[in-house]
T-cell receptor
Framework: ETGVTQTPRHLVMGMTNKKSLKCEQHLGHNAMYWYKQSAKKPLELMFVYSLEERVENNSVPSRFSPECPNSSHLFLHLHTLQPEDSALYLC???????????????FGPGTRLTVT | QKEVEQNSGPLSVPEGAIASLNCTYSDRVSQSFFWYRQYSGKSPELIMSIYSNGDKEDGRFTAQLNKASQYVSLLIRDSQPSDSATYLCAVNTGKLIFGQGTTLQVKP
């Protein structure tokens, strides 16, 4: 257990559905991240929230909508996805702002998403 | 040129041998470097962080950093079948950039 939890662990959704992924960190960190991991590809950074403000949006399609209500919780809202969006979605957290352990990111277990 | 490059492998070593995993990066201002281990179907797990040139040892793992040559490596001594996984190199350039990973197979 890394102190980062994600729900659900598996999700199958149709292209017209709306669903949300949830992430919670219990590490007292001040930054949270969403990554996408597709087969045979490097981890792709999607969104970064630092101190609850979005600081990075890596040209992610608008059908993915993040929400960070506080420093411990992060959501990824999904709507009208495409089959190519099927992947492992990973949440991570870190403590930003100096010190020897800055930028060490700890990952949750991920949500395996299948879009049919 | 990719920002972080790793040989995808698979790298196959016999049990008890030393496994050597390498990573090169392109951004000279990178200050922190990480190795993650990812078992099939699981999420990445942080196993080593290194911030300054030289070696850093933690149990059977040694991370080596050479900023002048822009490479970072991970040595696994006394490799075990349980070490079989994909190893991801990550470099902090202001955000964390991951390599595609090297698959390690340790054969009994």
């Amino acid at each position: 257990e890394t102190g980062v939890t994600q729900t659900p662990r598996h999700l199958v959704m149709g292209m017209t559905n709306k669903k949300s992924l949830k992430c919670e960190q219990h590490l007292g960190h001040n930054a949270m991240y969403w990554y996408k991991q597709s087969a045979k590809k490097p981890l792709e950074l999607m969104f970064v929230y630092s101190l609850e403000e979005r600081v990075e949006n890596n040209s992610v399609p608008s059908r993915f909508s993040p929400e960070c209500p506080n420093s411990s919780h992060l959501f990824l809202h999904l709507h009208t996805l495409q089959p190519e969006d099927s992947a492992l979605y990973l949440c991570a957290s870190s403590q930003e702002g100096g010190g020897d352990y800055s930028y060490e990111q700890y990952f949750g277990p991920g949500t395996r998403l299948t879009v049919t | 040129q990719k920002e972080v490059e790793q040989n995808s492998g698979p790298l196959s070593v016999p049990e008890g041998a030393i496994a050597s995993l390498n990573c090169t990066y392109s951004d000279r201002v990178s200050q922190s470097f990480f190795w993650y281990r990812q078992y099939s179907g699981k999420s990445p797990e942080l196993i080593m962080s290194i911030y300054s040139n030289g070696d850093k040892e933690d149990g059977r793992f040694t991370a080596q950093l050479n900023k002048a040559s822009q490479y970072v490596s991970l040595l696994i001594r006394d490799s075990q079948p349980s070490d079989s996984a994909t190893y991801l190199c990550a470099v902090n350039t202001g955000k964390l950039i991951f390599g595609q990973g090297t698959t390690l197979q340790v054969k009994p």
